[in-house]
């Protein structure tokens, strides 16, 4: 199966999706990923949607209450980054703005003058590298392995457990109810006191555990929020279903959205 993801050919979003995939393709932004699965034109893609050390990646995030598409699968890969460049002496750090805040205070510390410069992708970044000398790029040390460039320090990542959770994407005719963990959106449309609190209790009066809640600004009004809500159940279980009932009439005025139930694993590379 063919899967869209986040290039170029090196990335972080790459090495996850070989776990996936037979055959990886790639695009530079994480909402036309998002946008291609939903449409239909490609079957899987897969995006990151959270770090341990940096927390959400909103552009995924915000895809997901735009286009609709199912979560089929979690994948968690240990992030560990290496410092690539052609020499010891360079003035610029190129990197995925995750990965350069993921490494914060090790660049602080090595290169306080260094600038730092946003790209698309860590091996957009290595790109930038290899063409550049005064240009090193943070990224996975395998994209030092051929050409002129070389890993100057390994594990610059600033906490040692340094991990990222994706999400393989497809149509939505194939969410799942079967999985270990389930992922939905809620946009309840209204304001009131206690609002978040009736949104959770659902779940607490069930005993289903939350393993991630995050609000994202709707865009509508200030102070009016989207909440990516993730829970240990699947949508297979009667408590699940009645919790969502309750979280649904919460939220009459807007909309909730199952992107589905999945089971998760851990890639290794
Ligand atoms: O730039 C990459 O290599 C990516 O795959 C993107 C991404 C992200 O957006 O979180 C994925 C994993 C790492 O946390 C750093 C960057």
């Not at 990151?48 to 735009?66: K, R, Y």
């Not at 805040?101 to 510390?109: G, N, T």
Request: glycine share 6%.
């Amino acid at each position: 199966m063919e899967a869209l993801t986040l290039g170029p050919a090196g990335t972080y979003s790459h090495r996850a999706a070989k776990a996936v995939a037979d055959e990886v393709v790639f695009t530079d932004s994480k909402t036309a990923i998002v946008e291609a699965v939903a449409s239909g034109e490609y079957e899987r893609g897969v995006v990151p949607v959270e770090n341990s050390t940096e927390g959400p990646v909103t552009e995924s995030l915000d895809a997901f209450a735009e286009f609709d598409v199912a979560a089929v699968r979690e994948l968690i890969t240990p992030i560990r980054h290496a410092l690539i460049a052609q020499g010891p002496e360079f003035d610029v750090v190129a990197s995925h703005p995750q990965a350069l805040a993921q490494c914060r205070e090790y660049l602080d510390e090595n290169y306080p003058s260094a600038t730092l410069e946003s790209m698309t992708s860590t091996a957009a970044g290595v790109e930038r590298a290899r063409e550049d000398p005064s240009v090193a790029a943070i990224g996975h040390p395998q994209n030092a392995a051929d050409g002129d460039l070389r890993v100057v320090a390994e594990d610059v990542q600033d906490q040692s457990s340094n991990a990222t959770r994706f999400l393989v994407v497809a149509p939505a005719s194939e969410r799942s109810e079967a999985g270990s963990k389930t992922s939905f959106i809620v946009y309840p449309n209204v304001d009131y006191p206690g609002l978040l609190l009736e949104l959770l209790e659902p779940f607490a009066d069930r005993d289903i555990n939350l393993t991630r809640v995050e609000s994202r600004p709707s865009g509508e009004r200030l102070g009016d929020y989207v909440f990516h809500i993730d829970v240990e159940a699947g949508l297979y279980e009667e408590r699940t279903q009645d919790a969502l009932a309750e979280i649904e009439a919460i939220a009459e005025e807007g909309w909730v959205r199952r992107l589905g139930s999945y089971d998760s694993e851990t890639v290794l590379d």
